[in-house]
């Protein structure tokens, strides 16, 4: 059977039929958003195809941070071939290279679907990372006046890098650089230095998902988001916070602008290694799939 569904790496040219996989599962990634994980991963993304058509059946990639941590991302399977292996498949072919790489921390964002099978492939659970969802009035929102708070370059690119490898616990420069180049990202820089930033990923006309959403303080924070949202007027918005109990203020905020929760996934890591991070100051993941 395996060799009717044979494995292999996908390429940028494999972005539109892998946005296809994920659309039949109701994930809405546009083949620009696949382009840009395929690119992410450097080779580390893989698709089952059906060898008679070439269709492609199922994907996985994994994105690795330096040599500290590696991502798992996008194991989808097209809704008419679940329940063949295939998730697996991928799966155990990601996590060998990846071990044989002694990547030390190989983590991921599991639904309520997938956390079965990484549970059987030895991922456990750390904390949940809820979706909460507003639409924002077409008024501009009030200015929250922050004088330091503005739109990032590529000039800051290395020190919003370094502001986001203390939190996260690994190096994302090369996220980070599409995010400033391709989407939004602000950034409050005080006397030089970064104190918080906050990125927004634009992946469809009229949604915007806040990503990267770190700061020193709640007010700060806020201040960042209210920054963000003035932009974004008109715009549906999610954003996927770390759950109350690591960061108590985010709720708070987030209500301020109607955001309501509406599920959401679970944050998991292979064996039994803790992850390097500081999650004091942060409001939101980067993404699902990107940590």
Not at 24 to 49: L, M
Request: with cysteine.
């Amino acid at each position: 059977m395996a060799g009717d569904f044979p494995l292999r790496r996908l390429t940028l040219k494999d972005a539109g039929a892998a946005s296809a996989v994920g659309n039949s599962v109701d994930w809405d990634h546009s083949p620009k958003v696949w382009q840009h994980f395929i690119r992410w991963s450097e080779q580390g993304a893989y698709g089952i195809t059906d060898w008679r058509s070439g269709e492609l059946l199922a994907t996985g990639l994994s994105i690795r941070y330096a040599q500290q941590r590696a991502w798992i991302a996008m194991v989808i399977t097209h809704r008419r071939y679940q329940g063949l292996g295939f998730a697996r498949r991928i799966m155990e072919t990601m996590i060998d290279k990846l071990q044989k790489r002694e990547i030390p921390e190989i983590m991921l964002d599991a639904s309520s679907f997938g956390r079965p099978l990484y549970e059987k492939l030895g991922f456990r659970a750390l904390y949940d990372v809820p979706y909460w969802q507003t639409v924002l009035p077409e008024q501009r929102l009030p200015d929250p006046k922050v004088k330091t708070i503005r739109r990032a370059t590529l000039d800051d690119l290395g020190k919003i890098t370094a502001f986001d490898h203390v939190t996260f616990g690994a190096p994302r420069e090369h996220v980070l650089k599409t995010f400033i180049e391709e989407y939004r990202v602000w950034v409050d820089m005080r006397d030089g230095e970064v104190h918080g930033f906050l990125g927004a990923m634009i992946p469809k006309r009229r949604a915007a998902s806040i990503g990267g959403w770190q700061h020193h303080t709640p007010d700060g924070a806020a201040a960042l988001l209210a920054t963000a949202l003035r932009d974004l007027r008109g715009y549906a918005v999610s954003v996927s916070p770390p759950e109350a109990s690591l960061n108590s203020h985010v709720e708070s905020i987030l209500k301020t602008y109607h955001f309501a929760s509406t599920g959401g996934c679970t944050r998991m890591i292979l064996g039994d290694v803790e992850p390097l991070e500081d999650r004091s100051r942060l409001y939101s993941i980067m993404a699902y799939g990107l940590g």
